[in-house]
């Protein structure tokens, strides 16, 4: 059995930063834990690839998501200029097609500099404006962020993995955490092959796991999760100058945690539109709909038995549902959102399928789902739980708010001895 004294489950953008976090400031024995061959093979590397800036998130309900991501886009601009990595700026409109959507916009101008955005950096455009910038897109009117930029996470968590080995921070890949042992005292993690790592702290940034391993704590065992596959296409190398920016689309269900259709570019050149939210049994079902049959039994009891149940007795919800499911069999239905922002797009633009990424919305004792990232402590354990978008954007910045309120709580009772870093914390 080995020994560490902090155990970091999930190398994702988030998981990864915590370790780099916590190898600059201290000189103990840090291991993160990854179940796949590499860190990022998951959610940090099938996502948009855009740093957002968060105009568009509510500064009273979402306001430390919002604060870390504007803060972390200066935060990964210096990091890819270090390790000259792609940082593309090319801004976004946020499109609205109507009067209702118009007075969304508005209120999106209100909370950019609330949170932290610059008034210069953001502007509220008419149909007529947005066609000189952009002409064939066709809107009522458009937010235009020009601060708004394209990288590749994957590289950017590889890269974060680098700096931290150098502070010596073990990386343990092809490693499950299977159970756990010995909560009280020091925790005993057990891996799928019978290994086992005894810890002092246990930080669970499991991503789309995160919920489960935080049940083995003993924690929120009264909530549930779904999983949803967000599906691309990709545009024809004749179309992709079309539109030179981003556009993404005021939500039209704000209560349900799907994304609008978006015309996305990425840093290598490519082209994608998408995506819609279909309903997965497992956080990699990346194609099909049942995956291996036993995730997929598994699922439809815990559908049965949880308070998932309770969500899927929500009409609105289940025919939006529907309608997911009809744009993940049929390219045209797809290609028809956004048509209706660029009316000039064919399906026939589309011959190959994009990067499908999933996320996992936890889903309250009520049947909600829960708004905001869930932080728990649990005995020798804490949990980031529901980190979703834009929480690759912000992972510098929320990662360092992680490890100050371990701090607070003296969870790291260890003398500080800083080391060179990318970042000041």
Not at 127 to 148: F, L, M, W
């Amino acid at each position: 059995m080995g020994k560490c004294d902090i155990a970091i489950i999930g190398g994702g953008l988030l998981g990864t930063c915590i370790s780099y976090w916590l190898s600059t400031l201290y000189d103990i024995n840090v291991v993160l834990i990854e179940k796949e061959s590499e860190v990022a093979m998951h959610t940090s590397s099938r996502n948009t690839g855009v740093v957002h800036s968060p105009f568009y998130l509510n500064p009273e309900k979402k306001g430390k998501l919002a604060k870390a991501a504007f803060v972390s886009h200066e935060m990964w601009k210096t990091f890819a200029e270090r390790r000259r990595l792609p940082w593309k700026m090319v801004g976004t409109l946020e499109v609205g097609l109507d009067e209702d959507q118009h007075n969304v916009l508005e209120k999106y101008l209100e909370w950019g500099p609330k949170n932290g955005i610059s008034p210069k950096d953001i502007e509220l455009l008419d149909g007529n404006e947005v066609k000189k910038r952009e002409p064939n897109v066709q809107c009522y009117s458009a937010i235009y962020c020009k601060t708004d930029t394209i990288v590749d996470y994957g590289a950017f968590t590889r890269g974060i993995k680098e700096e931290s080995q150098r502070n010596r921070t073990k990386f343990l890949v092809n490693s499950k955490v299977e159970s756990v042992k010995n909560i009280a005292n020091e925790p005993v993690l057990v891996f799928h092959d019978g290994n086992e790592l005894q810890t002092k702290l246990v930080i669970n940034c499991a991503g789309g796991y995160s919920l489960d391993i935080a049940k083995k704590f003993g924690l929120v065992l009264d909530y549930s999760s779904l999983h949803f596959r967000g599906e691309y296409w990709i545009a024809g190398q004749q179309y992709t100058g079309l539109v030179k920016t981003n556009i993404y689309s005021v939500p039209n269900y704000p209560d349900f945690p799907f994304l609008d259709p978006h015309w996305i570019l990425r840093v290598d050149g490519r082209v994608e539109v998408g995506p819609n939210a279909v309903p997965v049994p497992s956080p990699e079902t990346y194609s099909g709909y049942v995956g291996d049959i036993e995730t997929f039994v598994s699922k439809l009891a815990d559908i049965v038995t949880s308070s998932t149940r309770k969500l899927l007795m929500n009409p609105d919800f289940v025919n939006l549902i529907a309608k997911e499911w009809l744009s993940s069999v049929s390219k045209s239905v797809m290609i028809e959102r956004v048509q209706k922002f660029i009316p000039k797009i064919r399906p026939e633009f589309f011959s190959e399928r994009g990067t499908a990424g999933i996320r996992t919305p936890v889903i309250t004792p009520d049947g909600k789902f829960v708004p905001d990232v869930m932080e728990l402590e649990g005995v020798n354990s804490y949990h980031v739980v529901n980190y979703n978008s834009p929480g690759a954007t912000g992972a510098p910045a929320y990662s360092a708010g992680i490890v100050k309120i371990l701090q607070e709580k003296g969870l790291l009772n260890y003398k500080t001895q800083p080391k060179d870093s990318i970042w000041t914390f």
